[in-house]
């Protein structure tokens, strides 16, 4: 059974830090998305990895994929207040489309 | 764009009553997706289709079912609503995976389910 673990699951900064969101997941998928989570607003996709070594960025946002260690990271670079959301990793099952969230990491951004 | 539009934002029902979602997609996915979300508990997948009239289970099928009669459409049914099924159901639909690329799965806003 997959399972999928962010962490932290909820963090506070100060803008202009940098830091790093955690994503685990327990059986063998090369396929990661990163998605971003507004208040009161539905999931917006941020980032697609499919490969092993995979990384993309956007902005101040940038993922990184490593399916042998079972390892996704968004890393964050001098957070600015626009970023405050939250975000979910979701791994999808090898050839069968069935599709698995973490709990989400609640990032709040102090001005 | 993509287009997946939810029925309603908001819908109030009481207990044993039956509950209809639905959920509509504009862009030919094959697959799509009920998810319920809860505070703590992040995305929870209850049902997935990857074609018109098949369906998997998810994670927490249990007090549901589903109907994909066209492609297109997607509806989660609650036989016998009760309040612990009181949350937020997002629906979301995507492309088979190809092998080569995939897309993401794109969401609804989001049906806002209490039940009394």
């Known amino acids: 059974e997959l399972k999928v673990e962010q962490n932290p699951l909820f963090l506070s900064m100060q803008e202009g830090k940098n830091y790093t969101i955690y994503c685990n997941y327990s059986?063998?998928?090369?396929?990661l998305y990163w998605y971003r989570q507004d208040p009161g607003k539905s999931l917006e996709s941020l980032f697609v990895?499919?490969?092993?070594?995979a990384v993309k960025q956007e902005g101040r946002l940038m993922a990184s994929l490593d399916t042998k260690a079972r390892l996704s990271t968004l890393h964050i670079t001098a957070a600015v207040h626009d970023l405050s959301a939250t975000y979910f990793c979701?791994?999808?099952?090898?050839?069968?489309?069935?599709?698995?969230f973490g709990k989400g990491t609640r990032l709040h951004i102090l001005p | 764009d993509v287009k997946v539009t939810q029925s309603s934002r908001y819908l109030v029902k009481r207990t044993g009553e039956k509950v209809f979602l639905e959920c509509v997609q504009d862009m030919d996915h094959e697959n799509m997706f009920w998810y319920r979300q809860d505070p703590g508990l992040g995305l929870r997948l209850i049902y997935f289709s990857y074609d018109v009239k098949m369906k998997e289970k998810g994670d927490i099928p249990e007090g549901y079912s589903v109907s994909r009669e066209k492609k297109e459409r997607f509806s989660l049914i609650l036989e016998s609503a009760s309040t612990n099924q009181t949350s937020m159901y997002l629906c979301?639909?995507?492309?088979?995976?190809?092998?080569?690329?995939?897309?993401?799965?794109?969401f609804g806003d989001g049906t806002r389910l209490s039940i009394l």
């Open positions: 059986t063998t998928s090369d396929r």
């Open positions: 990895l499919l490969s092993n070594g």
């Open positions: 979701a791994v999808e099952m090898n050839r069968d489309d069935k599709i698995i």
């Open positions: 979301a639909s995507s492309h088979l995976w190809t092998g080569t690329s995939n897309q993401p799965q794109h």
